[in-house]
């Protein structure tokens, strides 16, 4: 007779892990709003390194070995990030004068790209 005993810590522990994956995009954003930003990238950063920790602990690392994240890359997505922050915080604080900015700024990156291709 083969039978098969079950943690009772089994069910309710996935239970549990379900319910922290549908709770946590709310928690994040609530401590956004209530505690402010510096709340929110704390928590953020904390949960990416909490995350980090538990899947080099329980061995899942090996899984991401061969991932070839160059330097130049991560500074790129860096980069990036910076220029969607300048461009939504000018469109919040400068309003009006964003556009002829952006337009000014678009059209000397233009020159400067036709300019290298001629020569």
Same mark, same amino acid.
């Given at each position: ?28 954003? $609530?401590? *956004? +709003? ?5 709340? !929110?990238?704390?928590?953020?950063? =904390?949960?990416? /390194? ?37 461009? $939504?915080? *000018? +469109? ?5 004068? !964003?556009?002829?900015?952006?337009? =000014?700024?678009? /059209? ?12």
């Amino acid at each position: 007779m083969n039978v098969e005993l079950s943690h009772p810590c089994d069910k309710s522990g996935n239970s549990v892990c379900m319910a922290f994956a549908i709770s946590y995009p709310i928690y994040l954003v $609530y401590v *956004g +709003l209530r505690f402010g930003g510096l709340a !929110f990238w704390g928590f953020l950063a =904390g949960s990416i /390194g909490l995350m980090g920790i538990i899947i080099a602990r329980l061995g899942y690392a090996s899984n991401f070995r061969n991932w070839d994240i160059s330097l130049k890359r991560t500074l790129g997505l860096l980069l990036c990030f910076l220029l969607a922050i300048g461009f $939504y915080g *000018g +469109l919040i604080y400068l309003k009006t004068w !964003f556009v002829p900015i952006g337009f =000014g700024l678009a /059209g000397v990156g233009l020159l400067l790209v036709l300019r290298r291709s001629k020569s």
